[in-house]
């Protein structure tokens, strides 16, 4: 199998496991306990924190552990909104975000707030003018992802938090793709809430965390004990939080290695694509963009179709938006981008990570090249590539 499918989810790493093992065993005390198994638990969890802290210059106190990115985007933006409501009822966010985000803003519309959802440009980018026309004295919270999880490209989060800060505007980040890949700085980065999830930086699935910048108010979404300093009920997940914390420190200490050798993939990965595939696009090349991530679109033939003939020939990838897959829709993603129907059904995302190799890259190419070739003769409209060439 040649994986390559990171941003979907990655393995734990080996480390991650060994650290997260005891705790599914022998220390398996309930951290909210006075006694020692208990407290044992307990030190466990706040280590964690603090190794997350650490990682993103943030403090302890400022993050709250969740069951992933899902829960923590909508803690993040349902806990923010109810607390600022008497405030304004306008809301900020893009059309490229995760469902994690975009289904949460659908649902506060249906409650009553006020939604707008900026474009982006055909390289997926949001434009910071754009976000400062749409405040209106009304604006009370905005929410724009850091790394968009089909293209890779990185929004300029830095300049949009810093305008909704001028203005007063809650800012919130979905960096679900971000964490353990790039730098984050808390200390310098304007940002209020900042969501993360560990099975997308080589920790377990089903934990995640949530960055509340200190001062920011949040209505609790899981009520319960007063877990997490009252703000998110629920018994800590302990073994889940004490690999998580492991893995964001390692790809924290091995980031700057890691970045550039798997840029080196995936640049090897696109020239061949390029010089291997006649008429393919790949989005957001000229942009700021995650350096494991390539989504190529190839006209005249189905996403679908290359993903089932990959994963034939023992390669996994994504079509689109994984969450999307199987349904007929084009990713949101691509449309967003302005690219029609036809062409957004045609995509295919390579994500790579930690255990690929530069010879997996050449198969892929190989494998790849074949795959579309074959599909092209197959399509009325792929032949008449396949002529002009
Ligand atoms: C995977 C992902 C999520 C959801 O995180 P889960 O931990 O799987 O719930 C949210 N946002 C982005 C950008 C993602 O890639």
């Given at each position: 199998m040649i994986y390559l499918d990171y941003n979907a989810t990655s393995p734990c790493h080996p480390k991650v496991i060994e650290t997260m093992l005891p705790f599914f065993g022998e220390?398996?005390?309930?951290?909210?306990?006075?006694?020692t198994m208990g407290q044992e638990a307990k030190k466990a969890i706040e280590e964690s924190r603090a190794a997350i802290a650490r990682c993103i210059s943030a403090r302890e106190e400022e993050i709250i552990f969740t069951s992933g990115g899902t829960e923590a985007n909508n803690l993040a933006i349902r806990g923010v909104v109810k607390a600022y409501q008497k405030k304004g009822n306008h809301l900020i966010t893009s059309q490229i975000e995760h469902h994690a985000v975009l289904n949460v803003f659908k649902a506060l519309e249906k409650e009553g707030f006020t939604v707008t959802y900026l474009p982006v440009n055909q390289e997926g980018l949001v434009d910071p003018g754009d976000f400062q026309k749409a405040i209106t004295p009304q604006t009370i919270f905005a929410s724009i992802m850091?790394?968009?999880?089909?293209?890779g490209v990185i929004q300029p989060i830095e300049e949009l938090a810093s305008i909704a800060k001028e203005h007063g505007i809650i800012f919130h980040t979905d960096a679900v793709q971000t964490a353990g890949k790039l730098p984050i700085d808390l200390g310098k980065l304007p940002v209020d809430l900042l969501s993360a999830s560990a099975h997308k930086f080589y920790g377990p699935k089903g934990t995640g965390f949530l960055y509340v910048r200190k001062g920011v108010r949040l209505i609790p979404q899981l009520l319960g004990g007063a877990h997490e300093r009252g703000r998110r009920g629920g018994t800590e997940n302990v073994p889940l939080i004490v690999g998580m914390g492991k893995a964001l420190e390692i790809c924290t200490q091995e980031q700057e290695e890691e970045n550039q050798r798997i840029q080196a993939l995936r640049d090897f990965l696109e020239s061949g694509i390029l010089a291997e595939v006649p008429e393919v696009i790949i989005v957001g090349r000229r942009s700021p963009r995650l350096s494991n991530t390539s989504l190529v679109l190839v006209r005249y033939v189905e996403g679908e179709s290359m993903l089932l003939n990959l994963d034939f020939a023992g390669i996994c990838v994504s079509s689109g938006s994984a969450c999307t897959s199987?349904?007929?829709?084009?990713?949101h993603v691509l449309l967003a981008c302005g690219y029609p129907h036809e062409i957004a059904h045609g995509s295919v995302r390579f994500s790579l990570g930690k255990w690929n190799t530069m010879e997996e890259m050449k198969e892929v190419v190989r494998v790849f090249s074949s795959i579309v070739e074959k599909l092209r003769h197959i399509s009325p409209f792929g032949k008449e590539v396949i002529r002009n060439v």
């Amino acid at each position: 199998m040649i994986y390559l499918d990171y941003n979907a989810t990655s393995p734990c790493h080996p480390k991650v496991i060994e650290t997260m093992l005891p705790f599914f065993g022998e220390k398996f005390g309930n951290p909210s306990s006075l006694h020692t198994m208990g407290q044992e638990a307990k030190k466990a969890i706040e280590e964690s924190r603090a190794a997350i802290a650490r990682c993103i210059s943030a403090r302890e106190e400022e993050i709250i552990f969740t069951s992933g990115g899902t829960e923590a985007n909508n803690l993040a933006i349902r806990g923010v909104v109810k607390a600022y409501q008497k405030k304004g009822n306008h809301l900020i966010t893009s059309q490229i975000e995760h469902h994690a985000v975009l289904n949460v803003f659908k649902a506060l519309e249906k409650e009553g707030f006020t939604v707008t959802y900026l474009p982006v440009n055909q390289e997926g980018l949001v434009d910071p003018g754009d976000f400062q026309k749409a405040i209106t004295p009304q604006t009370i919270f905005a929410s724009i992802m850091h790394a968009n999880n089909e293209t890779g490209v990185i929004q300029p989060i830095e300049e949009l938090a810093s305008i909704a800060k001028e203005h007063g505007i809650i800012f919130h980040t979905d960096a679900v793709q971000t964490a353990g890949k790039l730098p984050i700085d808390l200390g310098k980065l304007p940002v209020d809430l900042l969501s993360a999830s560990a099975h997308k930086f080589y920790g377990p699935k089903g934990t995640g965390f949530l960055y509340v910048r200190k001062g920011v108010r949040l209505i609790p979404q899981l009520l319960g004990g007063a877990h997490e300093r009252g703000r998110r009920g629920g018994t800590e997940n302990v073994p889940l939080i004490v690999g998580m914390g492991k893995a964001l420190e390692i790809c924290t200490q091995e980031q700057e290695e890691e970045n550039q050798r798997i840029q080196a993939l995936r640049d090897f990965l696109e020239s061949g694509i390029l010089a291997e595939v006649p008429e393919v696009i790949i989005v957001g090349r000229r942009s700021p963009r995650l350096s494991n991530t390539s989504l190529v679109l190839v006209r005249y033939v189905e996403g679908e179709s290359m993903l089932l003939n990959l994963d034939f020939a023992g390669i996994c990838v994504s079509s689109g938006s994984a969450c999307t897959s199987g349904s007929l829709e084009p990713s949101h993603v691509l449309l967003a981008c302005g690219y029609p129907h036809e062409i957004a059904h045609g995509s295919v995302r390579f994500s790579l990570g930690k255990w690929n190799t530069m010879e997996e890259m050449k198969e892929v190419v190989r494998v790849f090249s074949s795959i579309v070739e074959k599909l092209r003769h197959i399509s009325p409209f792929g032949k008449e590539v396949i002529r002009n060439v």
